[in-house]
């Protein structure tokens, strides 16, 4: 499977986590993914931190405003019903519990539910963003990443070893081939989205799984 589609199953699956009425946060990169393909039986309010409740799909040549983007400078078109308002209102949305769930990308996840998603050491990066208050003011908080790394080297680790976004904030981990939760008896695995078995799983994943399936 190339990345394309790779990241297109991901962001498919992490759509089933939002229920018909939630408030959603999406990160930056893969997780702005999940807007296109939300369904039309939902009613979803997507938030972005730099202010703007109802966020839209990607638009077209045609819809493009270089106005209107997301907090990843990706120009989106608004929903039918949406506001906009300043960043410290947005923030208040967020500190104040009233999103449903963040859906974030990580380059890092520990056993215990640590996220390190916002720095690798010597390489640039634009900043943390609203994550540090997002895995702490949002009711959930789903991570969507690839399984590992581009050396094969695990995501999923026993102890983060990047600087860190949040302690024990991670609820569920949605990579393309599975679905793990984080819980306070340790990572359970709940669905296998390729061909792999539960051993395959394991052999990439370094902290010890519980098999739910």
């Known amino acids: ?16 986590e939002i229920k018909d009425g939630d408030y959603v946060n999406l990160g930056i ?10 369904s039309e039986h939902k009613k979803v309010m997507l938030q972005s931190e ?17 106005d209107l983007i997301n907090a990843g400078k990706e120009t989106v078109t608004a929903a039918k019903g949406a506001a906009y308002f300043s960043s410290a209102e947005s923030f208040a949305m967020i500190r104040g519990g009233n999103i449903d769930i963040a859906i974030l990308g990580a380059m890092e996840v520990a056993e215990n539910g640590d996220l390190a998603n916002w720095m690798i050491p010597g ?4 900043g943390m963003g609203g994550a540090m208050d997002l895995v702490h003011g949002a009711q959930r908080v789903i991570i969507i990443m690839d399984h590992v790394s581009r050396d094969g ?3 999923i680790v026993n102890n983060c070893s990047l600087p860190l976004t949040g302690i024990g904030v991670v609820d569920r981990i949605i990579t393309e081939r599975a679905v793990i939760d984080v819980t306070e ?18 052999k990439v994943t370094e902290p010890k799984l519980k098999n739910n399936i």
């Open 123 to 126: 390489k640039m990066i634009k």
């Open 29 to 38: 990169g893969m997780p702005t993914m999940v807007a296109n393909f939300l």
């Open 1 to 16: 499977m190339d990345k394309k589609a790779s990241r297109e199953k991901i962001a498919r699956r992490a759509e089933q």
């Open 153 to 155: 080297t695990p995501k």
């Open 50 to 66: 730099n202010g703007l409740l109802g966020i839209g799909r990607y638009p077209t040549e045609e819809e493009l405003d270089a």
């Open 185 to 202: 008896s340790g990572l359970i695995l709940q669905e296998i989205l390729d061909d792999s078995s539960f051993e395959e799983i394991q």
